[in-house]
């Protein structure tokens, strides 16, 4: 199926990008993104680190451009290709730049992206993959999430190995852990647009797996190039959608404002859910609390 277009119903683009890089001046450029964006009316995230840039913005197409035509002129980050979905308002309620000590959290000083990545797997090729049972050398494939578990619940793909972690820190003792189960198969880890699986990835090439790749661009560019095959569900990104559908599409999944967890529509149907402030999941802890006291 395709997926969404810009169309005058859908007049804002939302871009998720990020590169790992030295980028040792973060604090001297900030002042420069947080103008650059303020002057193109982008609101979002955007998080400057040592190893390397992350980004989620949004605002109409020719505001978007004209930040990427911005961004290429460093030639740190000449080659970001950002990836893209289109919504009927502006996703996000105000513009931040953080500077941070990593693009995402796993406490791994070893793990040096830009000096040398993990294999990649596009999504065509996993696609075909996980068709015929087997990778090119008629290795089993095994699907590992690297996101947190409630992103897990909204959707992953088919047979995917959940390991229920609720940060990215848990990733190297969980994987470890599970280590004699993988070692004979071709690993394929994968998250929302590619960093947490790309730092997965290359964790476990330093421990000593023999095949794993990275699924490249993530599930989002999965859905961008192949659609929703051999995946369930939908994928939960951190904005006011909540989560997108295999053809990029806002669903009618929700998130908690009080307790944070995904509420689905079926949920969404008890008394228990008021939007702002509470939902059936706030109801399990409040009865877990009052039963242990």
Request: hydrophobic share 35%.
């Amino acid at each position: 199926m395709p997926v969404a277009t810009l169309s005058p119903e859908t007049p804002f683009v939302n871009i998720s990008a990020y590169k790992f890089v030295t980028f040792d001046d973060t604090a001297e450029k900030r002042q420069a993104f947080i103008d650059k964006c303020k002057e193109l009316n982008l609101k979002g995230t955007v998080l400057l680190t040592p190893e390397g840039i992350n980004m989620f913005l949004a605002g109409l197409r020719h505001e978007i451009d004209a930040y990427m035509d911005w961004l290429h002129q460093d030639p740190r980050f000449a080659d970001v290709v950002a990836k893209e979905s289109f919504s009927d308002r502006q996703p996000f309620t105000k513009l931040l730049v953080k500077l941070k000590a990593e693009i995402i959290t796993m406490r791994m000083p070893l793990i040096k992206p830009e000096e040398g990545r993990a294999p990649a797997v596009n999504a065509q090729t996993l696609k075909r993959w996980l068709d015929q049972g087997h990778d090119d050398n008629g290795k089993p494939v095994v699907m590992v999430d690297t996101r947190n578990d409630f992103e897990v619940d909204v959707g992953s793909f088919d047979n995917t190995i959940d390991y229920r972690i609720a940060k990215f820190t848990e990733f190297p003792k969980v994987i470890e852990e599970h280590r004699d189960e993988l070692n004979d198969k071709t690993v394929v880890t994968f998250c929302t647009g590619g960093i947490r699986c790309e730092k997965a990835a290359i964790h476990m090439q330093n421990v000593g797996f023999q095949s794993v790749y990275q699924l490249e661009g993530g599930i989002l560019k999965y859905f961008e190039e192949v659609g929703g095959d051999h995946y369930h569900g939908d994928c939960f990104v951190f904005d006011y959608r909540t989560a997108l559908n295999p053809q990029l599409e806002a669903t009618d999944t929700k998130q908690c404002f009080a307790c944070r967890a995904v509420v689905t529509p079926r949920e969404q149907l008890s008394p228990w859910y008021i939007p702002g402030e509470s939902c059936p999941h706030c109801k399990k802890k409040y009865s877990a609390h009052t039963e242990s006291v």
